[in-house]
Protein backbone atom coordinates (compact mmCIF):
# COMPACT_ATOMS: atom_id res chain seq x y z
CA UNK A 1 0.00 0.00 0.00
CA UNK A 2 1.22 3.25 -1.16
CA UNK A 3 2.23 5.53 1.91
CA UNK A 4 1.35 8.86 1.63
CA UNK A 5 4.24 11.58 0.76
CA UNK A 6 3.46 15.43 0.85
CA UNK A 7 5.71 17.18 -2.08
CA UNK A 8 5.68 21.14 -1.30
CA UNK A 9 6.98 23.50 -3.90
CA UNK A 10 8.82 26.28 -3.86
CA UNK A 11 9.62 29.08 -6.05
CA UNK A 12 8.78 29.08 -10.00
CA UNK A 13 5.35 27.39 -8.89
CA UNK A 14 3.49 31.10 -8.59
CA UNK A 15 0.94 31.94 -10.92
CA UNK A 16 -0.89 35.09 -10.59
CA UNK A 17 -4.12 34.21 -8.07
CA UNK A 18 -2.77 31.12 -6.91
CA UNK A 19 -5.01 30.00 -4.02
CA UNK A 20 -7.16 32.74 -3.94
CA UNK A 21 -9.93 30.19 -5.64
CA UNK A 22 -9.60 27.59 -2.42
CA UNK A 23 -9.48 30.85 -0.07
CA UNK A 24 -12.83 32.24 -1.46
CA UNK A 25 -14.40 28.90 -1.42
CA UNK A 26 -12.89 26.65 1.41
CA UNK A 27 -13.30 28.62 4.48
CA UNK A 28 -10.95 25.80 6.47
CA UNK A 29 -8.20 27.03 4.00
CA UNK A 30 -9.07 30.60 4.64
CA UNK A 31 -8.57 30.44 8.51
CA UNK A 32 -5.07 28.70 7.94
CA UNK A 33 -3.92 31.45 5.51
CA UNK A 34 -5.51 33.99 7.82
CA UNK A 35 -3.20 32.24 10.81
CA UNK A 36 -0.36 33.00 8.98
CA UNK A 37 -1.01 36.31 7.74
CA UNK A 38 -1.15 37.08 11.73
CA UNK A 39 1.83 35.79 12.75
CA UNK A 40 3.45 38.25 9.83
CA UNK A 41 1.61 41.34 11.67
CA UNK A 42 1.09 44.62 9.31
CA UNK A 43 3.25 43.13 6.48
CA UNK A 44 0.97 39.85 6.84
CA UNK A 45 -2.27 42.51 6.74
CA UNK A 46 -0.41 43.93 3.34
CA UNK A 47 0.71 40.83 1.89
CA UNK A 48 -3.44 39.39 1.89
CA UNK A 49 -4.73 42.96 0.31
CA UNK A 50 -2.57 42.32 -2.29
CA UNK A 51 -2.66 38.98 -2.86
CA UNK A 52 -6.52 39.45 -2.93
CA UNK A 53 -6.49 42.41 -5.09
CA UNK A 54 -7.94 42.69 -8.91
CA UNK A 55 -4.78 44.91 -9.71
CA UNK A 56 -2.36 43.76 -7.52
CA UNK A 57 1.00 46.56 -7.42
CA UNK A 58 3.95 44.24 -7.17
CA UNK A 59 3.82 41.20 -9.54
CA UNK A 60 3.56 37.55 -7.99
CA UNK A 61 7.28 36.85 -9.14
CA UNK A 62 8.85 39.68 -6.33
CA UNK A 63 10.63 37.88 -3.75
CA UNK A 64 8.19 39.49 -1.02
CA UNK A 65 5.32 38.36 -3.11
CA UNK A 66 6.44 34.76 -4.17
CA UNK A 67 8.36 33.79 -1.04
CA UNK A 68 5.73 34.20 1.61
CA UNK A 69 2.74 33.38 -0.31
CA UNK A 70 3.95 30.09 -1.54
CA UNK A 71 5.09 29.50 2.15
CA UNK A 72 1.38 29.94 3.39
CA UNK A 73 -0.29 27.93 0.83
CA UNK A 74 2.14 24.95 0.66
CA UNK A 75 1.62 24.67 5.05
CA UNK A 76 -2.47 25.62 4.77
CA UNK A 77 -2.05 23.09 2.49
CA UNK A 78 -0.68 20.39 4.40
CA UNK A 79 -2.29 21.41 7.82
CA UNK A 80 -5.35 20.86 6.07
CA UNK A 81 -4.87 17.18 4.81
CA UNK A 82 -3.86 16.58 8.33
CA UNK A 83 -6.83 17.95 9.91
CA UNK A 84 -8.51 16.19 7.30
CA UNK A 85 -7.60 12.90 8.72
CA UNK A 86 -4.41 12.11 6.44
CA UNK A 87 -1.47 10.90 8.10
CA UNK A 88 1.55 11.58 6.15
CA UNK A 89 4.69 9.37 6.02
CA UNK A 90 6.94 11.59 5.17
CA UNK A 91 7.31 15.38 4.24
CA UNK A 92 9.89 16.51 0.84
CA UNK A 93 10.24 20.28 0.65
CA UNK A 94 11.57 22.03 -2.74
CA UNK A 95 13.19 25.34 -1.36
CA UNK A 96 11.17 27.41 0.54
CA UNK A 97 8.67 24.57 0.51
CA UNK A 98 11.25 22.71 3.30
CA UNK A 99 9.69 25.75 5.34
CA UNK A 100 6.24 24.92 5.23
CA UNK A 101 7.36 21.16 5.55
CA UNK A 102 9.61 22.05 8.46
CA UNK A 103 6.83 24.14 10.26
CA UNK A 104 4.51 20.64 9.61
CA UNK A 105 7.03 18.63 11.16
CA UNK A 106 7.42 20.43 14.12
CA UNK A 107 10.68 21.58 13.75
CA UNK A 108 9.79 25.34 14.09
CA UNK A 109 6.95 27.06 15.19
CA UNK A 110 5.27 29.34 13.22
CA UNK A 111 6.65 32.35 14.48
CA UNK A 112 10.10 31.24 14.13
CA UNK A 113 9.59 30.47 10.78
CA UNK A 114 7.47 33.99 10.12
CA UNK A 115 10.86 36.11 11.34
CA UNK A 116 12.84 33.57 9.20
CA UNK A 117 11.08 34.05 6.07
CA UNK A 118 10.84 37.84 6.37
CA UNK A 119 14.93 37.83 7.01
CA UNK A 120 15.45 35.78 3.75
CA UNK A 121 12.79 38.37 1.88
CA UNK A 122 14.42 41.66 3.67
CA UNK A 123 17.66 40.51 2.67
CA UNK A 124 16.92 39.05 -0.68
CA UNK A 125 15.43 41.96 -1.88
CA UNK A 126 18.61 43.94 -1.46
CA UNK A 127 20.71 41.40 -3.25
CA UNK A 128 22.15 41.94 -6.94
CA UNK A 129 19.00 41.96 -9.38
CA UNK A 130 19.03 38.13 -10.85
CA UNK A 131 17.10 35.09 -11.72
CA UNK A 132 17.33 31.40 -12.23
CA UNK A 133 16.74 29.41 -15.17
CA UNK A 134 16.10 25.41 -16.06
CA UNK A 135 18.43 24.31 -18.72
CA UNK A 136 17.44 20.68 -20.36
CA UNK A 137 21.26 19.60 -19.77
CA UNK A 138 22.79 17.59 -17.00
CA UNK A 139 24.50 19.71 -14.23
CA UNK A 140 28.03 17.86 -15.70
CA UNK A 141 26.92 19.35 -18.93
CA UNK A 142 26.15 23.19 -17.54
CA UNK A 143 29.24 23.37 -15.25
CA UNK A 144 31.49 25.02 -17.54
CA UNK A 145 29.17 27.30 -18.75
CA UNK A 146 28.57 29.15 -15.36
CA UNK A 147 30.48 32.29 -14.30
CA UNK A 148 32.11 33.86 -10.94
CA UNK A 149 28.59 34.63 -8.88
CA UNK A 150 26.35 31.76 -10.14
CA UNK A 151 25.81 28.27 -9.17
CA UNK A 152 23.74 25.18 -9.72
CA UNK A 153 20.44 25.83 -8.09
CA UNK A 154 18.39 22.84 -8.30
CA UNK A 155 19.35 19.46 -9.84
CA UNK A 156 14.99 18.64 -10.65
CA UNK A 157 15.74 15.73 -12.76
CA UNK A 158 18.90 13.97 -14.92
CA UNK A 159 18.58 16.36 -17.89
CA UNK A 160 16.55 19.17 -15.50
CA UNK A 161 19.06 21.50 -14.09
CA UNK A 162 18.32 25.38 -12.47
CA UNK A 163 20.83 27.62 -12.62
CA UNK A 164 21.46 31.10 -11.02
CA UNK A 165 22.90 33.88 -10.45
CA UNK A 166 23.17 37.99 -10.99
CA UNK A 167 21.62 38.97 -14.29
CA UNK A 168 24.61 39.65 -15.96
CA UNK A 169 26.59 36.42 -15.77
CA UNK A 170 23.26 34.47 -16.02
CA UNK A 171 22.56 36.09 -19.41
CA UNK A 172 25.85 35.85 -20.45
CA UNK A 173 25.79 31.96 -19.79
CA UNK A 174 22.19 31.39 -21.23
CA UNK A 175 23.17 32.69 -24.45
CA UNK A 176 26.20 30.48 -24.22
CA UNK A 177 23.93 27.48 -23.76
CA UNK A 178 21.66 27.95 -26.24
CA UNK A 179 24.81 28.71 -28.97
CA UNK A 180 25.93 25.06 -27.81
CA UNK A 181 21.96 23.78 -28.44
CA UNK A 182 20.63 23.59 -25.37
CA UNK A 183 16.89 24.63 -24.33
CA UNK A 184 16.25 26.77 -21.35
CA UNK A 185 13.30 28.03 -19.87
CA UNK A 186 12.79 30.87 -17.16
CA UNK A 187 12.18 30.30 -13.61
CA UNK A 188 10.22 33.25 -12.17
CA UNK A 189 11.93 35.06 -9.64
CA UNK A 190 13.45 38.50 -8.46
CA UNK A 191 16.22 36.79 -6.63
CA UNK A 192 19.25 34.28 -7.58
CA UNK A 193 18.35 31.95 -5.20
CA UNK A 194 20.67 29.47 -4.78
CA UNK A 195 23.29 30.68 -5.52
CA UNK A 196 26.70 32.56 -3.71
CA UNK A 197 25.51 35.58 -4.68
CA UNK A 198 23.07 35.32 -1.88
CA UNK A 199 25.70 34.09 0.56
CA UNK A 200 25.61 37.49 2.70
CA UNK A 201 21.90 36.62 2.98
CA UNK A 202 23.37 32.78 4.60
CA UNK A 203 25.35 34.91 7.04
CA UNK A 204 22.35 37.70 8.49
CA UNK A 205 20.68 34.41 9.17
CA UNK A 206 22.84 32.57 11.28
CA UNK A 207 22.87 35.00 14.77
CA UNK A 208 18.90 34.78 14.06
CA UNK A 209 18.47 31.25 13.76
CA UNK A 210 20.84 30.40 16.49
CA UNK A 211 18.44 32.25 19.05
CA UNK A 212 15.16 30.34 17.44
CA UNK A 213 14.11 27.13 19.55
CA UNK A 214 14.47 23.98 16.87
CA UNK A 215 12.96 20.75 17.50
CA UNK A 216 13.93 17.41 16.07
CA UNK A 217 11.31 16.59 13.34
CA UNK A 218 7.98 14.59 14.47
CA UNK A 219 7.05 13.56 11.03
CA UNK A 220 10.05 12.33 8.67
CA UNK A 221 11.53 15.08 6.81
CA UNK A 222 13.71 14.33 3.33
CA UNK A 223 16.05 17.19 2.72
CA UNK A 224 15.73 18.63 -0.67
CA UNK A 225 19.68 19.65 0.33
CA UNK A 226 21.39 16.11 1.10
CA UNK A 227 18.85 14.06 -0.73
CA UNK A 228 18.45 11.53 2.54
CA UNK A 229 16.30 11.16 5.34
CA UNK A 230 16.43 14.99 7.57
CA UNK A 231 18.57 14.01 10.79
CA UNK A 232 18.10 15.10 14.26
CA UNK A 233 21.49 16.50 14.50
CA UNK A 234 20.86 18.42 11.37
CA UNK A 235 17.45 19.51 11.83
CA UNK A 236 18.76 21.06 14.88
CA UNK A 237 21.70 22.91 13.46
CA UNK A 238 21.09 26.11 12.58
CA UNK A 239 23.90 26.51 9.45
CA UNK A 240 21.67 23.54 8.03
CA UNK A 241 18.73 26.56 7.59
CA UNK A 242 20.52 29.50 6.74
CA UNK A 243 22.34 27.85 3.85
CA UNK A 244 19.25 27.12 2.23
CA UNK A 245 19.25 30.02 0.05
CA UNK A 246 22.34 29.24 -1.00
CA UNK A 247 22.91 25.75 -1.29
CA UNK A 248 21.57 24.04 -4.75
CA UNK A 249 18.04 22.18 -4.04
CA UNK A 250 18.68 18.40 -4.74
CA UNK A 251 15.02 17.44 -5.29
CA UNK A 252 15.61 14.09 -7.68
CA UNK A 253 18.03 12.77 -5.66
CA UNK A 254 15.60 13.44 -2.37
CA UNK A 255 13.10 11.89 -4.71
CA UNK A 256 14.95 9.11 -5.74
CA UNK A 257 15.91 8.14 -1.93
CA UNK A 258 12.21 8.60 -1.18
CA UNK A 259 10.70 6.49 -3.55
CA UNK A 260 13.72 3.91 -2.52
CA UNK A 261 12.01 3.68 0.58
CA UNK A 262 8.77 1.43 -0.59
CA UNK A 263 5.87 2.58 -3.10
CA UNK A 264 4.71 6.07 -2.13
CA UNK A 265 1.64 8.11 -3.52
CA UNK A 266 3.23 11.52 -3.95
CA UNK A 267 0.19 14.18 -2.91
CA UNK A 268 1.64 18.19 -4.61
CA UNK A 269 0.69 20.19 -1.30
CA UNK A 270 1.10 23.63 -3.02
CA UNK A 271 -0.01 25.58 -6.34
CA UNK A 272 0.87 24.17 -10.06
CA UNK A 273 1.47 21.07 -10.53
CA UNK A 274 5.84 20.84 -11.36
CA UNK A 275 6.89 18.47 -8.90
CA UNK A 276 4.06 16.14 -10.39
CA UNK A 277 4.86 15.98 -13.58
CA UNK A 278 9.18 15.77 -12.58
CA UNK A 279 8.08 12.65 -10.46
CA UNK A 280 6.11 11.38 -13.18
CA UNK A 281 9.60 11.28 -14.90
CA UNK A 282 10.64 8.71 -12.29
CA UNK A 283 11.14 5.42 -13.04
CA UNK A 284 9.06 4.22 -9.67
CA UNK A 285 6.51 6.45 -10.68
CA UNK A 286 6.33 5.34 -14.70
CA UNK A 287 6.02 1.88 -13.80
CA UNK A 288 3.07 2.20 -10.94
CA UNK A 289 4.61 0.94 -8.25
CA UNK A 290 4.08 4.71 -6.30
CA UNK A 291 2.24 7.46 -7.91
CA UNK A 292 1.89 11.43 -7.59
CA UNK A 293 -0.71 13.90 -7.72
CA UNK A 294 -1.28 17.37 -7.61
CA UNK A 295 -4.68 18.75 -4.69
CA UNK A 296 -4.58 22.25 -6.60
CA UNK A 297 -2.79 22.05 -10.34
CA UNK A 298 -3.79 22.16 -13.62
CA UNK A 299 -2.14 22.72 -16.78
CA UNK A 300 -3.68 26.34 -17.50
CA UNK A 301 -3.52 27.51 -13.54
CA UNK A 302 -7.10 28.87 -12.34
CA UNK A 303 -8.03 29.71 -9.12
CA UNK A 304 -12.03 29.51 -10.23
CA UNK A 305 -11.31 25.81 -10.10
CA UNK A 306 -8.77 25.55 -7.06
CA UNK A 307 -12.06 24.30 -4.78
CA UNK A 308 -13.13 21.71 -7.51
CA UNK A 309 -10.17 20.27 -7.65
CA UNK A 310 -9.34 20.04 -4.15
CA UNK A 311 -12.53 17.91 -3.48
CA UNK A 312 -12.09 15.90 -6.41
CA UNK A 313 -8.03 15.06 -4.65
CA UNK A 314 -9.82 14.89 -1.39
CA UNK A 315 -12.16 11.87 -2.60
CA UNK A 316 -9.01 9.70 -4.03
CA UNK A 317 -7.94 10.35 -0.69
CA UNK A 318 -10.72 8.99 0.50
CA UNK A 319 -10.57 11.78 3.12
CA UNK A 320 -13.94 13.80 4.15
CA UNK A 321 -14.47 16.95 1.69
CA UNK A 322 -14.96 20.49 3.62
Known sequence: MPRPALLMPGQGAQYPGMGTGLYRDLPAFAALMDEVFRAMGTAGAELRSEWLAADPAFPIDHVGRSQPLLFAIDYALGRLLIDLGLRPAVLLGHSIGEMAAALLAGVFDLDSVVRILQHRVH????????????????????????????????????????????????????????????????????????????????????????????????????????????????AVDPQYWARHPVDPVLFWAALDGLLASGPQLLIECGPGQGLTILARRHPDVRSGRSRAMPLIGSAAPDPDGEAGRFAAAATKLALPVP
Do not use: K
Open 123 to 234: EADRAPAGGMAAVSASAAEVAPYLRPGMGIGAINAPRQTVIAGPDEPLHTALEALEQAGFTWAPVCSSAPFHSSALQPLADAALPLLADLPIRPPRIPVISGYTGRRLSDAE
